[in-house]
């Protein structure tokens, strides 16, 4: 004999869905600081500390060096010798093409590259070093340095060194800060970023040319800009990236050729000034950098790719709400139309009742059902082994037609099957123990069965302690569930889920499945889903209204909620060759389990992963922009909660706790998918988990029933 041993629920995986959060917020964070998302420019900031550099520097040279003294060294291009510098790069476009240029004339330049762009572009990286020209620092995400704290100014130099040294195998020793210009132009509060570079090791190089490329003036004022006065060398600005650079790189073949037959020369700055060559990177640096290039293009795909979920989610959500809402205003004109004829007696109906532990609410549920307007009536509650005399008070109701059946604790589906072999009736409605009945519930509720096709009716159950915030976000659930949902199911003829509170069932259907299955924790929608499967249709109908107790914490709720769970996805694997078999069976595996597995599965596990994305968009957005989308998704919601709300007849009042859902219930439905899985895939079986009953729905009855 098979001995079954009981494991403990597996607890890693929050730690590792926690690891996994973090460091997908990183990494969006990366690619937000990388990308400049949010950015409202790209320019130049205003600083703090505009007054003017020291005279040493605004009257230097372009190439200086700042020393731990407070002196500076600077230095300028010999004569009739150029310095092309190229800002912004490598670009995949423009960076070949200058590189040609220069190569058909023999000539070399210094390239200040951004260390984004070098990890994007590693191959163009090496190409300039493998060309005879130079590379050097433009800092990692082209930050403005003088509205930088000190903080990110080592982070930008640090980043771009790394990014270098992975992609050419050389530490850049050079450096330019981005909108930079000439020394004169030098300000305290970039002499101080100046000075901070030197303590990283690098050497800053202005300009003595501001060609003003970017702004594309023209080929003969970039070149006329380009040429230095009398015979005097000068280091040269350009850009190879940040836009159209075609009349740059026509600027270059004009402007090398006519000063190299005035007999200029065209070197590198380090060339000019006879400066070590740029040192080989130590494997630390490299391996540093070929990491920090993974992270960068690995936080850009998890961008994409977010950007695509949430896309995808923003589509699948209101194509969702559009069927939602057709099916629902098709369904109502069919309840409506079907009102319209007369209520017909349909046969005895017998009303089991599996009960454990029920003594809170067994007496107001079994009045409700012996109270109803439907004649000929019979109550089979199954004590299900309780230990609270539920069986003894049902007996001193001593009410006409109601029986007690008492059996050894088994679980619920082993209780109904036993009150569907005790019960006399052709129509069999199944009822939770702590569940109340409208007066007219039953005879709405088994109307639809005088249908010869129809095996199962769903019934509507609301929630009757609904006071508290937990309440309420489960009324809204519970209304939106059964008001669109189930009538979307209805018309497409895919009900996967009678509800154990109110439903009615055929016998005749519960005998072609065999009864009740003990299979799954599920056994509602299991059941609901064997009778599709064997041909009966299965239909919603709204006005068969019962009360129910929901859980009252969130402990209960999760409980609750992780089971259903769980049971649901036993089910769907159970009946998974529906999807592709035929008839009503194809209809709910293609429409119903596809929808199930999309939205209450796919989706919920994607959902912390769109928390991430909110946050990251908190960060990098501009608020009122975060703010304007997370209100349009929060009125979208609240609008459909109206509907539905409209559709039962129920007041808006509770829309209001539908923001604060977002931050506490929303969560928790996620993470109790995210249990379920883990313990599907492991597995595990989940044990029956029972909710405490404080008899809210008692109370409920005595003041609306």
Known sequence: MAIHQKRREPRAHWLLLALFLVVALAGL???????????????????????????????????????????????????????????????????????????????AATFFVVGAQVNRHPDLARRIVDSGSEIAAHTFTHLDLTAAPAWQRSVETTLTGNAVAAATGVRPTLMRPPYSATPDAVTAGAYDAMRQAADHGYLTVLTDLDTRDWARPGVAQIVDAATPEAGAGAVVMMHDSGGDRSQTVAALDVLIPRLQQQGYRFTTVSQALDLPAAPPAEAGLRLRGHALRWAQLGSGWLAAAMTWLMLAAVVLALLRLVVQVWCA?????????????????????????????????????????????????????????????????????????VYVVEQENAGKPTALNTGVMFARGDILVMVDGDTVFEPDAIGELVQPLADPSVGAVSGNTKVANRGGLLGRWQHLEYVIGFNLDRRMFDILQC?????????????????????????????????????????????????????????????????????????????MWKHRRAVVESGASGRLGRRGLAYLTLF????????PMVDIYGVYGAIFLPPLQTAAVWLGFTALQALT??????????????????PLQQVVYRQLMYLVVIQSTVMALVGDRLRWHRMVRTGAATARARTHV
């Open 641 to 658: 909660a109206a509907y539905a709300l409209r559709l039962d007849g129920e007041r808006y009042g509770p829309i209001w706790s539908l």
């Open 329 to 401: 205003r098709v369904h109502v004109r069919r309840v409506r139309k079907a009102a319209r004829r007369r209520k017909r007696y349909v046969g005895a109906v017998s009303v089991i009742v599996p009960a454990y532990n029920e003594s809170a609410n067994i007496e107001a549920t079994v009045r409700s059902l012996i109270a109803g307007d439907y004649p000929n009536v019979e109550v089979i509650v199954v004590d299900d082994g309780s230990s609270d005399g539920t069986a003894e008070l049902v007996r001193r109701l001593r009410l006409p037609n």
């Open 495 to 571: 009900m996967p889920t009678v509800p154990g509170a109110i439903g009615a069932f055929r016998r005749e259907a519960v005998v072609d499945v065999g009864g009740v299955s003990t299979q799954t924790l599920a056994e509602d929608t299991d059941f609901t889903m064997a009778i599709i499967r064997a041909g009966w249709r299965v239909v919603y109908a709204p006005d068969a209204i019962a009360w129910t107790e929901a859980p009252a914490s969130l402990r209960q709720l999760w409980r609750q909620r992780y089971r259903w769970c769980y049971g649901t996805m036993q089910a």
């Open 29 to 107: 964070c990366l690619n937000g600081y990388v990308e400049h998302v949010g950015a409202e420019g790209s320019g130049p900031h205003p600083v703090a500390d505009d007054r003017p550099a020291p005279d040493e520097v605004v009257q230097g040279g372009p190439v200086q060096r700042p020393a731990a003294d407070g002196t500076v060294t600077t230095s300028a291009m010999p004569a009739k010798t150029i310095a092309l510098t190229f800002d912004d790069g490598p670009d995949p476009q423009w960076t070949p093409r200058i590189l040609d240029v220069l190569a058909r004339h023999d000539a």
């Open 600 to 607: 209450q599965v796919i989706l919920p596990l994607a959902a």
